[in-house]
Every structure is written in C-alpha cells, then in structure tokens.
C-alpha cells in the first residue's frame, strides 16, 4: 500500500463482520509466529552458549573473532540481517527458505545477546569451583558439563525469559521475507479487503494477548529466582 | 566494487537512517523522562495512566506499531501522517515505553534523603526534581539509554517498509536492480551500521563522563542500574 491510498483514506469505524472474517486467519498466522519464536529460542539458546564458551577461549585466534562477530551482530539490524539471508545468501548458492532464514536471523541475533548472559553466569561461578575442578584432574569437557554450567545456567534463565519476548515482539519482521505469520496474513487481508483498521488492529491485539502475559510471567520468574535485570 | 555513485546512495540512507533515529530518540527520551516522573507520581490516575502506556507500547512490536500507525492512525482519524512522522512516531513511542522504566529506575535508586534535604530547603517539587533528583538520575540512566538508542537505530531499518529511504531501503533498492553484487551492498550497509552504532556508544560515553563530573552518584550507584 502506498502513502498516496492511505492520504485518499477517509475516517472509519470498527466493522464487526469484517473483523470477525479475519480473526480465524490472524490467528493461524500468530501461531506460526509463536513457532518461529520458539525454534528461534532454541538456536539462540545453544549457538549463545557455544559463543559464550567460545569467548572464554584462551585462544586469542578464537577469542577474537567470536567477540567481533558478537559486537557486530549486536550493533546492526536484525532486518538487514534477515534480508542478508534470504536474499544475499542465494547469491552465493545457498538457498534458505523463508521459515529457515528467519528462524536462523532470529536465532543469530539473540543468541549474541543470550551470549553474554550465559556469560555473566558463568562469570558469577565462584574461582574456587574452577581450582578445585583442576585439583581433581578433571577433564574441560567434565569441568564444564560438570561443574561450571550446572550452576551458571539457572541464574541466567530470567534473563533468557527476556530474550523470548524481546523475539517473540521480533517475529513479525519474517513477514518480509515471505513467511505467512501474523503480520504477513494482516497485511494480506488489508490489501484483499481494504481495510487496515481492523487488520492492523487485531494483529497488534492479538500480539499483546501473548506478550503481556509473557512479559508478566517472565517478571514473575525474575522474582522467583531472586534475580534482577536491574 | 560498488561505484562512488552507489557508495553516494547508500551514505544518503545512512544519513536518512541517523536523522529518523535522532528524531525518535528526542520524542522517546521526553516520553521517558515524563513516563519515569509520572509513575513515582502521587496521583493513582497518572500512575495507572502511566503503566497502561508502557505495557502497552512495550508489549508491541515495534513493526506491528509502525504499520498501525501509518496504516490505520489514517482511516481511523482521516490525519494523514508522512513516512517520516509515522516513523518518528512509533518508534518514539516504543522507546518512551522501554524508557520510562529505566528513568524510574533511575530515580527511584536516588537516595531519600536527597529529596528530604530538598523539601527541608524548601524547594518545589519542580525544582526539586530539575536541580536535585534528575541531574544525579541522569547519570544512571545514560549507559541504559546508549544500549536503547542503539536498539532504536537497529529499529529504525523498520521505516524502509513504509518507503522511507534509509539505509535498509537503499540497499533493497540496489539490490532488486542488480546494480552490484548484493553481498557487496549489504557488507556496505552492514557496516555503516556497525560504525553507526559505534559512534553512539561513544557519543553515551562522552557525555556520561560529561553528566558524571562532580558527582558522587555515578561511582557510588553505578551499579544500582544495569
């Protein structure tokens, strides 16, 4: 839609039939969105940890690339990043669908911000808990599966909670990359029918029936582990 | 290698880009400021007022926002918004949203007696809040304010689907023409970007030292706000 039809656009009101037509629709696309979300957790959640280990190196030729690559990812957006991989990628023989370039984007970008929280967790793992993992002849590979880790990552799964729904309000931006979810099917209804008003409005309703209560429990997940973002 | 004239397009986004973040961040940060005073405010209407506001533009995504605002602000209200102010407006807004938290952390971990010691002098509340409480809440904020003006201009890339040409637009543009190798554009774009928000986390950090000067708080507090 462009801006000349919307300047031609007169004052509406909310049309119940309409509304009641799209809902069904919205609502499948909101659950691919929920899906997207939550494949996009789950790389973010194991790539954020091998970087988070991988930072810890203490081989400057992997300590550095991996800070590099965290800095940057961090500081540009995660659309242009999206596009990179749905549309650059294929430039270069790698063809992703939309559903896997965007589970990957999301899962990219997050897991450099869920990276330095499994990095502060780790950090809080007491120095002495490392001696004494050396003073048993434990091995890398059981110091940290063993020890380190199993007392990091419970601190860091408030934070963890935040990254989900910082995604999940992130997921609609696989609408440009051709993936249906709820964004996608409310602007495809706004172009079938003309009507945005209750296109836009129920996608931004149905958006803020999942992440409020979300944000609320994740708050309250926050209490329970007495931890604080603050 | 991109031309000097493609190089000439993508440095026209980027300064579009900067100019739809600086306009944001203005009506954001006034937003914070106002959120995070009227939600320690005494009035129960100005709080509830308050959290509604912020759950809400919080609980959103800022594209969601973005396309209700251009899309539907129209038909609703027959006002017709610019690409710009739709842009400015709604990522403004959902960074007043983010803000107004931080600001009332800030605030909140400035110590008691400093508001006492200002009543005790009897300065208003204004006063009180202009010369005692948000000159030494400042300081806490700016770090957690840097990390969210970097989110805002990453947000910013949004306006390239409601035909603004940023940086993000420009580089789509190219692209669809197959004026260069879509990996030399977007490394181009990406980078501009990185650099960007470089600028950004050194711009915060001058003026934390700026806004730090003869303060206590910011040694003694820094920790209270991430």
């Known amino acids: 839609m462009t801006a000349g039809a919307v300047a031609q656009a007169s004052p509406a009101t909310w049309d119940w039939d309409i509304a009641q037509r799209m809902f ?14 939550l494949v996009g957790i789950t790389v973010a959640m194991v790539l954020g940890l091998g970087l988070a280990m991988a930072r810890r190196s203490s081989l400057p030729v992997v300590r550095w690339p991996v800070i590099g690559f965290i800095e940057f990812v961090r500081s540009t957006p995660l659309l242009v990043q999206l596009f ?12 992703l669908s939309g559903f896997t370039a965007g589970v990957l984007g999301l899962g990219l ?28 002849n434990l091995s890398t590979r059981t110091t940290w599966g063993s020890v380190v880790l199993p007392q990091a990552i419970p601190t860091v799964i408030p934070a963890l909670g935040n990254y989900l729904v910082a995604m999940l309000k992130d997921a609609p931006l696989l609408s440009t990359i051709a993936v249906l979810e ?3 099917v409310a602007q495809g209804l706004n172009s079938q029918l003309f009507r945005p008003l209750e296109a836009f409005s129920l996608a931004a309703l149905l958006f803020l029936a999942v992440s ?16 604080s973002r603050d | 290698m991109l031309s000097s004239g493609q190089l000439q397009q993508l440095l026209s986004g980027a300064w579009t880009t900067i100019q739809v973040t600086a306009y944001s961040a203005v009506i954001g940060t006034l937003l914070a400021l106002v959120g995070g005073v009227s939600s320690l405010s005494g ?24 396309f209700w605002v251009y899309f ?27 803000g107004s938290e931080i600001a009332r952390g800030a605030i909140q971990a400035i110590p008691k007696g400093q508001t006492e010691a200002a009543i005790a002098i009897n300065l208003s509340p204004f006063r009180r809040l202009r010369h005692v409480v948000l000159p030494q809440a400042i300081v806490l904020m700016l770090p957690p304010f840097g990390n969210l ?53 050194l711009g915060v950090r001058m003026l934390e030292r700026r806004f730090g000067r003869g303060l206590e708080v910011g040694s003694g507090l820094g920790g209270a706000v991430k």
Request: glycine share 6%.
């Open chain 1, 109 to 136: 970008h997050y897991a450099t911000y869920t990276s330095e929280a499994y990095r502060s967790g780790i950090d809080n793992v007491e120095n002495g808990q490392w001696e004494a993992a050396v003073a048993c």
């Open chain 2, 43 to 66: 009035s129960r209407l100005l709080r509830w007022f308050t959290r509604v506001y912020v759950e809400l533009f919080r609980g959103v995504s800022a594209i969601i926002l973005l």
């Open chain 1, 182 to 184: 709820l964004l996608a």
């Open chain 2, 149 to 201: 003006l970097i989110e805002v201009m990453k947000a910013s890339a949004l306006v390239s689907l409601i035909d603004l040409s940023d940086l993000t637009e420009r580089a789509q543009n190219l692209r669809t023409l197959r004026a260069a190798a879509s990996l030399e554009i977007f490394t181009a774009v990406l980078v501009m970007y990185f650099l960007i928000s470089l600028s950004i986390t």
């Open chain 1, 24 to 37: 069904p629709e919205l609502l499948r696309g909101l659950s691919v969105t929920l899906q997207a979300t």
């Open chain 1, 84 to 95: 990179f991989l749905f549309f650059v990628l294929p430039d270069l023989g790698v063809r």
């Open chain 2, 72 to 98: 539907t602000l129209p038909q609703l209200f027959g006002i017709f918004l610019t690409p710009l102010q739709a842009g400015m407006l709604a990522l403004g807004t959902n960074m007043g949203a983010y």
């Open chain 1, 212 to 227: 409020i209560p979300a944000a609320i429990l994740v708050r309250y997940l926050e209490k329970r582990y007495g931890y």
